[in-house]
């Protein structure tokens, strides 16, 4: 069978005359037939890089067209603005242009930052402590924990330690009082703006522990604050009336208008004097 279908293959190829009586193709033929497929490929290929190139330039223009709509309507937002109302006119204008976009795909956006961390406290740290508060702007710790490291409640009675701090990105306001001796404590945090710098983040965290951070925070109404489990490497949201046991500690979470509360309290004691 093979032989039979290479001999008639071979009987169609050949013949260097054109002869209309034959059964095969003479070489003009197979020329014309050559030359008429390297045309026709040739046409082919140059209408499809004609067609996209007219796409290409169609879309440049349109987005090009659109730029300038965004830009004109920013230039109307902020010249228009006096000086009492640029903060809502830089608001609107982020959340307008900037935000409604940026929020459907965080990842998407935060791959064009690039990291600067040159060592991530929260996987990479060392810190000795079990419950930290950590402000995703300036990358400041607050520890939680009632007691230091080889202390215990005998080691301080009757002390109160207080310390406070302040995220001047988004004028987030923390006053922590603990009472290791009563085993309690709390920290109460006045929000601010509600801002949260990627940039900043990116600059404390690793690109890892930015991911999990603002899947933690996603759709919280304290954006900028978060808690960290530092044997777990977990993250926690200030969500209002959550209860998270991190370490020896259980934490409460409770809001009041723009204020939140952190009720500290050691596992080991009655949890009813926290209430």
């Not at 499809?48 to 987005?63: K, P």
């Not at 795909?105 to 402590?129: F, H, L, R, T, W």
């Not at 009757?158 to 923390?174: C, H, L, M, N, P």
């Amino acid at each position: 069978m093979r032989k039979k279908i290479k001999d008639k293959r071979d009987k169609f190829w050949t013949g260097r005359e054109s002869d209309d009586l034959k059964g095969h193709l003479s070489q003009t033929d197979k020329h014309f037939l050559l030359y008429g497929y390297f045309v026709v490929n040739t046409l082919t290929v140059v209408l499809v890089l004609l067609i996209l190139g007219i796409s290409n330039l169609w879309a440049a223009r349109r987005n090009a067209a659109d730029m300038e709509k965004i830009m004109n309507a920013m230039k109307s937002y902020v010249g228009s603005a006096t000086e009492d109302e640029y903060d809502r006119i830089a608001r609107t204008i982020r959340n307008d242009f900037i935000l409604s976009d940026y929020n459907e795909d965080v990842e998407q956006y935060i791959q064009y930052i690039p990291n600067s961390s040159e060592k991530c406290p929260a996987c990479m740290g060392n810190c000795p402590a079990q419950a930290v508060l950590v402000s995703l702007n300036t990358g400041e710790w607050y520890v939680l924990d009632l007691f230091e490291q080889g202390e215990g409640p005998g080691d301080n009675l009757g002390s109160v330690k207080v310390a406070f701090g302040y995220d001047e990105v988004s004028q987030t306001r923390i006053r922590m009082l603990k009472s290791p001796g009563r085993k309690e404590g709390s920290a109460k945090i006045e929000q601010g703006k509600g801002i949260i710098s990627i940039h900043k983040m990116k600059e404390q965290f690793c690109d890892e522990c930015v991911k999990e951070i603002l899947k933690a925070v996603e759709g919280q109404e304290l954006e900028e604050l978060v808690l960290l489990d530092m044997e777990k490497h977990v993250f926690y949201p200030l969500e209002d009336k959550s209860r998270v046991q991190i370490g020896e500690y259980i934490l409460k979470t409770e809001w009041k208008d723009s204020v939140c509360e952190i009720k500290i309290r050691a596992a080991s004691a009655a949890e009813g004097t926290m209430e």
